[in-house]
């Protein structure tokens, strides 16, 4: 059974900056490199969208509204996941959930972590 926590949200003035982290417990590093990983977010009264996965072997994918502001990265041997948000926006403002996936399964999704872009 996978586990996945996040941690890293909270209060960010705009332009500013933040890095969310997803650790996965329960599989090994090993394992850990066979799921995609991927970044979701749900805005209040919005549908959960994604906005960054990436694979083990490091192919990533991006929503267009995070193109080029957000990073997705992920280091298999601790099996954790990362997002580094830069040039954050008001309309970035989400809880932000982890999932992993691999194929013919179901996703495994974390608890959610909320990021609130704010002056």
């Known amino acids: 059974q996978v586990q996945l926590a996040e941690s890293g949200g909270g209060l960010v003035q705009p332009g500013g900056s933040l890095r969310l982290s997803c650790a996965a417990s329960?599989?090994?590093?090993?394992?850990?490199?066979?799921?995609?990983m991927g970044w979701y977010r749900q805005a209040p009264g919005q549908q959960r969208e994604l906005v960054a996965t990436m694979t083990g072997g490091g192919i990533t994918n991006y929503a267009d509204s995070v193109k080029g502001r957000f990073t997705i990265s992920r280091d298999n041997a601790k099996a954790t996941m990362y997002l580094q948000m830069n040039s954050l926006k008001p309309e970035d403002t989400a809880v932000y959930y982890c999932n992993a996936k691999q194929p013919f399964a179901l996703p495994y999704w974390g608890q959610g972590t909320q990021v609130t872009v704010s002056s």
């Open positions: 329960g599989i090994s590093g090993i394992i850990f490199s066979s799921y995609v």
